[in-house]
């Protein structure tokens, strides 16, 4: 619904910083934007658009590939079961069809609360842990149809703190600071390392090549 | 043909490759694709262009390749053949591979072939014919989309028709660099579309519908108009701006209906702009003017073509300083001759001028050593860019120069009042302030480089002296980059590059279709066809030569204003909306005896005409074009001229015959072989090859004079309080041809004055919508916009926009334009 | 130390007999921090890389013969080598994994993010390259939380950044979190991804990543795997890691095993060695098949694998053996299948995987896995024809011509058809859907035909057409009365 706020713009630059050309930054971007709101408005592509010397037509297309990015609000609990391979053995798809009648949606479909999104995922690397799925990609493992049962539960009563909101994936994030970062330049002004050059061995001076 | 067999350059470079088990060459680099079509073997593909990058995605083009490891399929496109290479096109494998990339390309393709424009001339129906298997063993249901959807004002796009090859997208990202459409989602629910509210608005959007090569894309003003088989095609020029793209002109039932863009390598690749590819739709306008006209009293009256020849002969056969012609840049090259020979010949004027004010001197376009496009665009080259937006004014250009920047290592420095669609890409960026472009040269030139002039830096001017006197190859774009700001300052630039770099080529941006074949031909004051000058010369087939030096069109109106003219002819010129000091021209039309005009359309001007000639228009008639390098290329006709209006060289003719002495000239093919004898430039010119020529030969320019350049001036400096205006065109505008084409005449944006965000910011502007702009004693208010692409202390107003004519503000003569703003009172 | 047990802080993870290379710190529930890590030896072999050459290290790298562990298993050092002299280049650490039945980079980066950050320095160093991208898959937020958290404090402490440990040397890594998109584990549709694009692959070549890879730079990308065994190497000397394993194979992997076994888990295994008999059977590794059942088949490297059969359990996992009997050992991850499983409706849901995931550049792989998919869907729904069976066939050897990969039927005289498959496509997703068709018809054609309908009707057939476009031939007609 929303431009990115003056913070998560400053963050934006932050991050643009940390790569030796801006649009490298988009998708790191796109979880800004669904940090902020949940999911990718189309003003927020506008925005990164703005911000990366883009079209918002390159920014949907990338945006639109990964299926991490919601494009439309989904609820405030995105649960993603696996039905892949392993998960497919060991009742995955019979939890799914669980879910999908106790919150009477169809996967992909979200509640009329805007609590709860389910999806039908492919495969989350927890297959020796079936069938398993992630809330807001935190993972659940080996749950019967009372553990599911249980989960909602506790996701209704606010009691799962250690899960946050959807579109917020990393809690900590990296930064650099100024006085520790080697430097990242664009690939037209980086050369070779200085500290390498000086460790090739003279005769060799061959083997550094480059500028 | 073996690698022996091949004499010459190829053989020494080529690398021997074994095709269908027979050796051929290839060149070096060449892709495989490429070199099997040119030993006559044609691979099926889709998503390959020859004028973009290779991606290999739509895999039509798998062949069978074995480079010493065994067969293996390998995409054709995206594979440079190696020596010893070994490539089966027939095998079965390769067949079998064709057969099941277009069997999976049609079962979700929609077979609605008998309702699609593209039927007929489809490669996915013509594959389809020739590879693949009979039926489809598909019965799962199709993808469905909306059926088509516009994306732009121009393009409509259907989506269950598009077999994903990433042409269109390709084009827009990396030809045009209006990345505005693009694949979305992920996998057998890819598509292509723009982001909502943010249509394709390119001025090169034309080109994906042409590069299609299913009916995905269509145009909007060709959808429906015409089968492919009923379409008639001739190769031409196209005329709408001088670089003169070469085009494909359709018709249908003796009307234009679509123009395509030809591939031609010296000038547009293949690429046209929109304006070039739908502004056919102005020929079959309304507005034509179909049969001469005589003036009686408030009106114009029907006439026979002998009665308005004898009247218009009559008034011009006055003193030959009393009158004046004024045009002729939309006339091909023979009919320029034919009105230079009429007026300076014949009648005995100099006061000719082909260009509308806007212009450069035409001693500077003609005395200046002459760049081609290629030249321009030479890989590694460095590219002084100091006119008008190329992708506004010239946009073939505008595409080369884009390509010669992003894929072959050339530089830009760009010297420009404002930034252009090419800065994002300039090495360099010199932003002068108007009146001051000439004294950037020259202190560049002189190597005074310690003080800014204006805004640009002394660092600036240091990194441009260097990358300018390194040992790449320097070629100027030069041209009026501002309206507002006198033409000297054009030229002084130009000395300065011309001492700095003495070996620097130069391509003039000049505005209007033929306007270089109009200098060259004499359209112009002081010269006769060929470039020379007036005196000691007396070209061949002319019995006489102006006695006098004759004016441009800003001294031609106003000598009319003085009462000085008699007789004013319009050859094509709408100088009532085109010349930039509008009450001047209103001052001599009341002034002048009697206006002839000589046009295609009904406009401002031709309808205050006393003598009304109709003229055969693009795609009526034939003849030559002479682009901005001086390039000839045909001018075909198509369709016949309506009603009564005649190729302008045939007018010329009778007026002479009129007036005496006789041009001597009734056939093209006559005024051919004349100008053959009597244009040095045009000596070696081989008439009849032209029409087949892939690429038309050049002008030998043979010049009688040198060019001399003064000491660069400077314009006084805007004061503390004004804003030094910049005035420039954009592709859509009020112009006679796109108005008269319905599919673009709403394109062009209402006109608002851009401003610099610092200037907003400082002046207090950023709640208001409207400024008030005041100049001497004219004030009046404008819309205004944020524009980053403005300097400060500069405003920028496109000309010929609807909703203000930036012409009140201009007045011919003026150095620069200064202008002040103002919060509007009661804001 | 080992237990033989499940790790609780660990899940997945079993601790048992054997060399622990990449896993060593997995027992400690602080292993991520960095005052673990510095307290078992973390750093200690970058302290003494940096008094090496960097040309050095990199022979020493390539002496191990430390195999890549994303899938292809192609020697690092060698791939190191294949970089021209050109900078600058980048390093990518490939850490998008989403093969099915593969997880162990997720558990290195969740439980051991500074052996991760320690193997990537080194690797700069030796390539002589000041910028490295650690693409994690987005779905997996510890390891991005872990990892965060490890670099900032790698950075304040000095092991990242600038002046490392007090030399000169300058390398700065980035996190960079992926966003859900399988194909963008293949390496040049990562860099496709790193640039900000859709994770399109390039074709290779003339787009091989060393050469002309992020940016058009030279760029290695490799496994997160393969990366964290390099402070290991370094501690214990090239020697002691050609010790472990086979001598084509040296070293250890992270094998997860999943599906009807008692014991599924993430194993630190060596390379070579170990026959999977002994993975699913033996008592250091699964103890059998769970419910007592009995094997039916099992997928030994990761979804794109073709399937293995009960005559392929005294196989060792070793590639060349692999390949040649007609599979591969990919990224590690076995996915064991008891006699009740559908061999239809497994292959379905493998070939809708790659369906869901095709990037939509190549025709074959766009429109040909989606097809498969609709045709298996059509099947399990009861819809089938039996022209059917043959037909997904054909579509497979249009996106992978040739005889596809398989392992031998001896029942039915069928030799095995060595890995790997031929492609019409860039990259190997498309022809990965073909090896669940062929693996699944070519052994169980049976279970196919047993799904079709005894009598189809013809008015269901005719509601497949729905828009009418496509008409049923009379050849076709004739097969719906048949």
């Given at each position: 619904?929303?431009?990115?706020?003056?913070?998560?713009?400053?963050?934006?630059?932050?991050?643009?910083?940390?790569?030796?050309?801006?649009?490298?930054?988009?998708?790191?971007?796109?979880?800004?934007?669904?940090h902020?709101?949940?999911?990718?408005?189309?003003d927020a592509?506008?925005?990164?658009?703005?911000?990366?010397?883009?079209?918002?037509?390159?920014?949907?297309?990338?945006?639109s590939?990964?299926?991490?990015?919601?494009?439309?609000?989904?609820?405030?609990?995105?649960?993603?079961?696996?039905?892949?391979?392993?998960?497919?053995?060991?009742?995955?798809?019979?939890?799914?069809?669980?879910?999908?009648?106790?919150?009477?949606?169809?996967?992909?479909?979200?509640?009329?609360?805007?609590?709860?999104?389910?999806?039908?995922?492919?495969?989350?690397?927890?297959?020796?842990?079936?069938?398993?799925?992630q809330?807001?990609?935190?993972?659940?493992?080996?749950?019967?149809?009372?553990?599911?049962d249980?989960?909602?539960?506790?996701?209704?009563?606010?009691?799962?703190?250690?899960?946050?909101?959807?579109?917020?994936?990393?809690?900590?994030?990296?930064?650099?600071?100024p006085?520790?970062?080697?430097?990242?330049e664009?690939?037209?002004?980086?050369?070779?390392?200085?500290?390498?050059?000086?460790?090739?061995?003279a005769?060799?001076?061959?083997?550094?090549?480059?500028? | 043909?073996?690698?022996?067999?091949?004499?010459?350059?190829?053989?020494?470079?080529?690398?021997?490759?074994?095709?269908?088990?027979?050796?051929?060459?290839?060149?070096?680099?060449?892709?495989l694709?490429?070199?099997?079509?040119?030993?006559?073997?044609?691979?099926?593909?889709f998503?390959?262009?020859?004028r973009?990058?290779?991606?290999?995605m739509?895999?039509?083009?798998?062949?069978?390749?074995d480079?010493?490891?065994?067969?293996?399929?390998?995409?054709?496109?995206?594979?440079?053949?190696?020596?010893?290479?070994?490539?089966e096109?027939?095998?079965?494998?390769?067949?079998?591979?064709?057969?099941?990339?277009?069997?999976?390309l049609?079962?979700?393709?929609?077979?609605?072939?008998p309702?699609?424009?593209k039927?007929?001339?489809?490669?996915?129906?013509?594959?389809?014919?020739a590879?693949?298997?009979g039926?489809?063993r598909?019965?799962?249901e199709?993808?469905?989309?909306?059926?088509?959807?516009?994306?732009?004002?121009?393009?409509?796009?259907?989506?269950?028709?598009?077999?994903?090859?990433?042409?269109?997208?390709?084009?827009?990202?990396?030809?045009?660099?209006?990345?505005?459409?693009?694949?979305?989602?992920?996998?057998?629910q890819?598509?292509?579309?723009t982001?909502?509210?943010?249509p394709?608005?390119?001025?090169?959007?034309?080109?994906?519908?042409?590069?299609?090569?299913?009916?995905?894309?269509?145009?909007?003003?060709?959808?429906?108009?015409?089968?492919?088989?009923?379409?008639?095609?001739v190769?031409?020029?196209a005329?709408?701006?001088?670089?003169g793209?070469?085009?494909?002109?359709?018709?249908?039932?003796?009307?234009?209906?679509?123009?395509?863009?030809?591939?031609?390598?010296?000038?547009?690749?293949g690429?046209?702009?929109?304006?070039?590819r739908?502004?056919?739709?102005?020929?079959?306008s309304?507005?034509?003017?179909?049969?001469?006209?005589?003036?009686?009293?408030?009106?114009l009256?029907?006439?026979?073509?002998?009665?308005?020849?004898?009247?218009?002969?009559?008034?011009?056969?006055t003193?030959?300083?009393?009158?004046a012609?004024?045009?002729?840049s939309?006339?091909?090259?023979?009919?320029?001759?034919?009105?230079?020979?009429?007026?300076?010949?014949?009648i005995?004027?100099?006061?000719?001028?082909?260009?509308?004010?806007?212009?450069?001197?035409?001693?500077?376009?003609?005395?200046?050593?002459?760049?081609?496009?290629?030249d321009?665009?030479?890989?590694?080259?460095?590219?002084?860019?100091?006119?008008?937006?190329?992708?506004?004014?010239?946009?073939?250009?505008?595409?080369?120069i884009?390509?010669?920047?992003?894929?072959?290592?050339?530089?830009?420095?760009?010297?420009?009042?404002?930034?252009?669609?090419?800065?994002?890409?300039?090495?360099?960026?010199?932003?002068?302030?108007?009146?001051?472009?000439?004294?950037?040269?020259?202190?560049i030139?002189?190597?005074?480089?310690?003080?800014?002039?204006?805004?640009?830096?002394?660092?600036?001017?240091?990194?441009?002296?260097?990358?300018?006197?390194?040992?790449?190859?320097?070629?100027?774009?030069?041209?009026?980059?501002?309206?507002?700001?006198?033409a000297?300052?054009?030229?002084?630039?130009?000395?300065?590059?011309?001492?700095?770099?003495?070996?620097?080529?130069?391509?003039?941006?000049?505005?209007?279709?033929?306007v270089?074949?109009?200098?060259e031909?004499?359209?112009?004051?002081?010269?006769?066809?060929?470039?020379?000058?007036?005196?000691?010369?007396?070209?061949?087939h002319?019995?006489s030569?102006?006695v006098?030096?004759g004016?441009?069109?800003?001294g031609?109106?106003?000598?009319?204003?003085?009462?000085d003219?008699?007789?004013?002819?319009l050859?094509?010129?709408?100088?009532?909306?085109?010349?930039?000091?509008?009450?001047?021209?209103?001052?001599?039309?009341?002034?002048?005896?009697?206006?002839?005009?000589?046009?295609?359309?009904?406009?401002?001007?031709?309808?205050?005409?006393?003598?009304?000639?109709?003229?055969?228009?693009?795609?009526?008639?034939?003849?030559?074009?002479?682009?901005?390098?001086?390039?000839?290329?045909?001018?075909t006709?198509?369709?016949?001229?309506?009603?009564?209006?005649?190729?302008?060289?045939?007018?010329?003719?009778?007026?002479?015959?009129?007036?005496?002495?006789?041009?001597?000239?009734?056939?093209?093919d006559?005024?051919?072989?004349?100008?053959?004898?009597?244009?040095?430039?045009?000596a070696?010119?081989d008439?009849?090859?032209?029409?087949s020529a892939?690429?038309?030969?050049?002008?030998?320019?043979?010049?009688?004079?040198?060019?001399?350049?003064?000491?660069?001036?400077?314009?006084?400096?805007?004061?503390?309080?004004?804003?030094?205006?910049?005035?420039?065109?954009?592709?859509?505008?009020?112009?006679?041809?796109?108005?008269?084409?319905?599919?673009?005449?709403?394109?062009?944006?209402?006109?608002?004055?851009?401003?610099?965000?610092?200037?907003?910011?400082?002046?207090n502007?950023?709640?208001?919508?409207?400024?008030?702009?005041?100049?001497?004693d004219?004030?009046?208010?404008?819309?205004?916009?944020v524009?980053?692409?403005?300097?400060?202390h500069?405003?920028?107003?496109?000309?010929?926009?609807?909703?203000?004519?930036?012409?009140?503000?201009?007045?011919?003569?003026?150095?620069?334009?200064?202008?002040?703003?103002?919060?509007?009172?009661?804001? | 130390?080992?237990?033989?047990?499940?790790v609780?802080?660990?899940?997945?993870?079993?601790?048992?007999?054997?060399?622990?290379?990449?896993?060593?710190?997995?027992?400690?529930p602080?292993s991520?921090?960095?005052?673990?890590?510095?307290?078992?030896?973390?750093?200690?072999?970058?302290?003494?890389?940096?008094?090496?050459?960097?040309?050095?290290?990199?022979?020493?790298?390539?002496?191990?013969?430390?195999?890549?562990?994303?899938?292809?298993g192609?020697p690092a050092?060698?791939?190191?080598?294949?970089?021209p002299?050109?900078?600058?280049?980048?390093?990518?650490?490939?850490?998008?994994?989403?093969?099915?039945?593969?997880?162990?980079?997720?558990l290195?980066?969740?439980?051991?993010?500074?052996?991760?950050?320690?193997?990537?320095?080194?690797?700069?160093?030796?390539?002589?390259?000041?910028?490295?991208?650690?693409?994690?898959?987005?779905?997996?937020?510890?390891?991005?939380?872990?990892?965060a958290?490890?670099?900032?404090?790698a950075?304040?402490?000095?092991?990242?950044?600038?002046?490392?440990?007090?030399?000169?040397?300058?390398?700065?890594?980035?996190?960079?979190?992926?966003?859900?998109?399988?194909?963008?584990?293949?390496?040049?549709?990562?860099?496709?991804?790193?640039?900000?694009?859709?994770?399109m692959?390039?074709?290779?070549?003339?787009f091989?990543?060393?050469?002309?890879g992020l940016?058009?730079?030279?760029?290695i990308?490799?496994?997160?795997?393969?990366?964290a065994n390099?402070?290991?190497?370094?501690?214990?000397?090239?020697?002691a890691?050609?010790?472990?394993?086979?001598?084509?194979?040296?070293?250890t992997?992270?094998?997860?095993?999943?599906?009807?076994v008692?014991?599924?888990?993430?194993?630190?295994?060596?390379?070579g060695?170990?026959?999977?008999?002994?993975?699913?059977y033996?008592?250091?590794?699964?103890?059998?098949?769970a419910?007592?059942?009995?094997?039916?088949?099992?997928?030994?490297?990761?979804?794109?694998?073709?399937?293995?059969?009960?005559?392929q359990?005294?196989?060792?996992?070793?590639?060349a053996?692999?390949?040649?009997?007609?599979?591969?050992?990919?990224?590690g991850?076995?996915?064991?299948?008891?006699?009740?499983?559908?061999?239809?409706?497994?292959?379905?849901?493998?070939?809708?995987?790659?369906?869901?995931?095709s990037?939509g550049?190549?025709?074959?792989?766009?429109?040909?896995?989606?097809?498969?998919?609709?045709?298996?869907?059509?099947i399990m729904?009861?819809n089938?024809?039996?022209?059917?069976?043959?037909?997904?066939?054909?579509?497979?050897?249009?996106?992978?011509?040739?005889?596809?990969p398989?392992?031998?039927f001896?029942?039915?005289?069928?030799?095995?058809?060595?890995?790997?498959?031929?492609?019409?496509?860039?990259?190997?997703?498309?022809?990965?859907?073909?090896?669940?068709?062929?693996?699944?018809?070519r052994?169980?054609?049976?279970?196919?035909?047993a799904?079709?309908?005894?009598?189809?009707?013809?008015?269901d057939?005719?509601?497949?057409?729905?828009?009418?476009?496509?008409?049923?031939?009379?050849?076709?007609?004739?097969?719906?009365?048949?």
């Amino acid at each position: 619904m929303s431009r990115l706020t003056a913070s998560n713009v400053l963050l934006a630059r932050e991050i643009i910083g940390y790569y030796p050309r801006p649009k490298s930054a988009l998708i790191p971007l796109l979880h800004l934007a669904q940090h902020q709101d949940g999911y990718v408005a189309e003003d927020a592509m506008e925005h990164i658009a703005e911000l990366l010397h883009l079209t918002p037509a390159e920014v949907l297309g990338t945006c639109s590939f990964y299926e991490m990015f919601k494009l439309e609000p989904v609820g405030r609990y995105v649960i993603n079961i696996c039905t892949n391979i392993s998960c497919l053995l060991n009742g995955g798809e019979e939890l799914l069809h669980h879910a999908e009648e106790r919150l009477g949606i169809r996967s992909g479909g979200t509640t009329d609360d805007g609590l709860f999104t389910i999806e039908d995922v492919e495969c989350i690397a927890a297959c020796t842990e079936a069938p398993c799925l992630q809330v807001n990609y935190r993972y659940e493992y080996r749950l019967d149809n009372d553990d599911f049962d249980r989960l909602l539960a506790d996701l209704r009563a606010g009691s799962r703190t250690d899960i946050p909101a959807h579109g917020t994936l990393g809690r900590i994030r990296q930064h650099i600071g100024p006085d520790r970062i080697a430097g990242i330049e664009r690939p037209e002004l980086a050369g070779t390392p200085a500290w390498f050059t000086a460790r090739q061995p003279a005769a060799d001076g061959g083997a550094g090549g480059g500028s | 043909m073996t690698a022996t067999d091949d004499a010459g350059t190829e053989a020494v470079t080529g690398v021997p490759f074994t095709l269908n088990g027979t050796v051929f060459e290839a060149r070096e680099g060449e892709l495989l694709i490429e070199a099997c079509e040119r030993h006559g073997v044609h691979i099926p593909r889709f998503c390959y262009h020859n004028r973009m990058r290779p991606v290999g995605m739509c895999r039509m083009c798998l062949v069978e390749v074995d480079t010493g490891r065994g067969a293996t399929l390998q995409p054709s496109c995206m594979l440079p053949v190696t020596p010893e290479m070994a490539v089966e096109t027939e095998s079965e494998a390769t067949k079998q591979a064709q057969d099941g990339v277009l069997e999976f390309l049609l079962i979700n393709h929609p077979l609605d072939c008998p309702v699609c424009d593209k039927g007929g001339e489809c490669p996915l129906q013509d594959n389809a014919y020739a590879f693949g298997p009979g039926e489809s063993r598909f019965i799962e249901e199709k993808r469905h989309y909306e059926k088509p959807i516009p994306i732009s004002d121009l393009v409509e796009l259907d989506r269950e028709r598009c077999i994903l090859c990433d042409r269109c997208t390709r084009f827009a990202s990396e030809v045009a660099g209006d990345p505005l459409i693009h694949f979305i989602d992920r996998g057998s629910q890819t598509e292509v579309n723009t982001f909502p509210d943010h249509p394709f608005a390119s001025y090169f959007s034309g080109n994906t519908v042409q590069i299609c090569p299913v009916g995905a894309l269509t145009s909007s003003p060709y959808r429906f108009k015409a089968r492919p088989w009923d379409l008639e095609a001739v190769e031409s020029t196209a005329t709408v701006d001088a670089t003169g793209a070469r085009v494909v002109v359709q018709s249908s039932q003796n009307k234009l209906v679509r123009i395509l863009g030809l591939d031609s390598e010296a000038v547009n690749w293949g690429w046209l702009s929109d304006k070039d590819r739908f502004t056919y739709e102005a020929t079959n306008s309304e507005d034509r003017i179909v049969e001469p006209q005589i003036r009686e009293g408030d009106e114009l009256r029907p006439s026979r073509w002998t009665d308005a020849v004898k009247a218009a002969a009559r008034a011009m056969r006055t003193e030959p300083e009393r009158v004046a012609i004024i045009g002729g840049s939309r006339l091909s090259l023979e009919s320029q001759y034919a009105w230079a020979k009429l007026a300076k010949g014949v009648i005995g004027t100099d006061h000719v001028d082909a260009q509308l004010g806007d212009g450069v001197p035409a001693a500077l376009a003609l005395g200046l050593p002459r760049a081609t496009i290629a030249d321009v665009c030479r890989p590694g080259g460095v590219i002084v860019l100091m006119s008008a937006d190329p992708k506004e004014e010239l946009p073939s250009l505008y595409l080369r120069i884009r390509h010669a920047i992003v894929e072959d290592g050339a530089s830009l420095i760009e010297i420009t009042p404002r930034e252009s669609s090419l800065s994002d890409l300039a090495a360099i960026r010199l932003r002068t302030a108007p009146g001051t472009v000439g004294r950037v040269l020259a202190a560049i030139a002189d190597n005074d480089v310690e003080h800014a002039i204006g805004s640009v830096d002394p660092f600036q001017l240091r990194r441009a002296r260097t990358m300018l006197t390194g040992n790449r190859s320097v070629s100027v774009v030069f041209g009026r980059a501002n309206l507002a700001e006198s033409a000297r300052y054009t030229a002084d630039a130009v000395g300065g590059i011309r001492r700095l770099v003495p070996n620097a080529t130069y391509l003039p941006a000049l505005r209007r279709g033929n306007v270089n074949g109009a200098l060259e031909m004499g359209l112009t004051p002081s010269f006769l066809p060929g470039g020379v000058r007036n005196r000691d010369v007396l070209p061949d087939h002319w019995t006489s030569t102006p006695v006098f030096e004759g004016k441009d069109t800003d001294g031609i109106l106003r000598a009319a204003a003085a009462g000085d003219i008699d007789t004013l002819v319009l050859l094509g010129a709408d100088p009532i909306e085109d010349f930039p000091d509008a009450a001047l021209v209103r001052e001599a039309f009341d002034r002048v005896e009697t206006i002839v005009a000589v046009d295609g359309f009904v406009t401002a001007s031709s309808s205050r005409a006393d003598i009304l000639l109709p003229a055969a228009l693009f795609g009526e008639s034939d003849g030559t074009f002479c682009n901005i390098e001086g390039r000839l290329s045909p001018l075909t006709a198509k369709v016949t001229a309506p009603g009564l209006a005649r190729p302008d060289w045939m007018i010329a003719a009778e007026l002479s015959a009129a007036i005496g002495p006789d041009l001597g000239i009734d056939s093209l093919d006559q005024l051919r072989a004349e100008m053959g004898e009597s244009v040095g430039s045009l000596a070696e010119v081989d008439w009849a090859g032209l029409a087949s020529a892939d690429d038309g030969p050049l002008l030998r320019p043979v010049r009688n004079w040198d060019l001399e350049f003064g000491e660069a001036a400077s314009a006084p400096p805007t004061s503390s309080y004004g804003l030094g205006l910049v005035v420039d065109r954009k592709l859509w505008d009020l112009g006679t041809l796109v108005q008269r084409s319905p599919s673009l005449a709403g394109l062009a944006p209402s006109a608002e004055l851009h401003l610099s965000p610092s200037d907003v910011q400082v002046m207090n502007l950023l709640d208001h919508d409207y400024v008030t702009v005041d100049q001497g004693d004219i004030s009046f208010d404008l819309p205004f916009v944020v524009d980053q692409s403005v300097a400060p202390h500069t405003a920028w107003l496109p000309a010929r926009l609807p909703g203000f004519d930036v012409r009140k503000l201009l007045a011919a003569g003026r150095p620069i334009t200064e202008i002040q703003i103002r919060v509007p009172e009661g804001d | 130390m080992a237990t033989n047990a499940y790790v609780s802080h660990a899940t997945g993870y079993v601790d048992n007999e054997g060399p622990k290379v990449v896993t060593s710190r997995f027992l400690h529930p602080d292993s991520y921090t960095l005052e673990r890590s510095e307290a078992t030896g973390g750093y200690s072999a970058l302290r003494a890389v940096l008094q090496m050459e960097p040309a050095d290290a990199a022979a020493q790298v390539k002496e191990a013969i430390l195999l890549g562990r994303g899938g292809a298993g192609f020697p690092a050092g060698i791939k190191w080598g294949f970089m021209p002299a050109v900078w600058p280049r980048y390093l990518v650490v490939n850490g998008d994994e989403s093969e099915p039945g593969t997880y162990k980079d997720r558990l290195l980066m969740e439980r051991d993010p500074h052996q991760l950050i320690e193997g990537c320095i080194i690797t700069c160093y030796a390539l002589g390259l000041n910028t490295c991208f650690l693409y994690v898959r987005g779905e997996m937020a510890l390891a991005q939380e872990r990892l965060a958290q490890a670099l900032n404090d790698a950075y304040a402490a000095g092991y990242v950044g600038k002046d490392i440990m007090g030399t000169d040397v300058g390398i700065d890594i980035v996190l960079h979190w992926g966003a859900g998109a399988y194909i963008v584990g293949e390496e040049t549709a990562l860099i496709e991804s790193l640039e900000g694009n859709r994770g399109m692959p390039r074709l290779k070549p003339p787009f091989f990543p060393a050469a002309k890879g992020l940016y058009m730079k030279p760029t290695i990308v490799n496994n997160v795997e393969t990366l964290a065994n390099l402070p290991w190497i370094f501690t214990n000397g090239v020697d002691a890691y050609r010790q472990l394993g086979s001598e084509r194979s040296p070293g250890t992997r992270m094998l997860a095993i999943s599906g009807h076994v008692n014991r599924p888990g993430v194993y630190e295994v060596e390379q070579g060695v170990v026959t999977f008999r002994d993975l699913f059977y033996g008592d250091n590794y699964c103890q059998g098949i769970a419910a007592g059942n009995e094997l039916k088949m099992f997928i030994p490297g990761g979804g794109s694998a073709p399937w293995f059969f009960p005559e392929q359990l005294d196989l060792k996992l070793e590639a060349a053996e692999v390949g040649a009997a007609g599979s591969m050992l990919g990224s590690g991850a076995l996915v064991v299948m008891d006699h009740t499983t559908d061999a239809v409706k497994a292959c379905l849901r493998v070939v809708r995987f790659f369906a869901r995931e095709s990037c939509g550049k190549c025709t074959p792989c766009r429109e040909g896995t989606t097809w498969e998919e609709q045709i298996l869907q059509r099947i399990m729904d009861g819809n089938g024809r039996p022209s059917d069976i043959d037909l997904l066939l054909d579509i497979g050897s249009q996106i992978s011509p040739g005889d596809y990969p398989a392992a031998a039927f001896e029942a039915e005289g069928l030799t095995a058809v060595p890995f790997p498959p031929k492609q019409t496509t860039i990259c190997p997703l498309g022809p990965s859907s073909v090896a669940p068709i062929v693996s699944a018809i070519r052994r169980f054609r049976h279970e196919f035909e047993a799904k079709m309908p005894v009598a189809p009707a013809v008015s269901d057939q005719h509601e497949q057409r729905t828009d009418g476009e496509t008409s049923m031939s009379e050849a076709e007609a004739e097969e719906v009365h048949a």
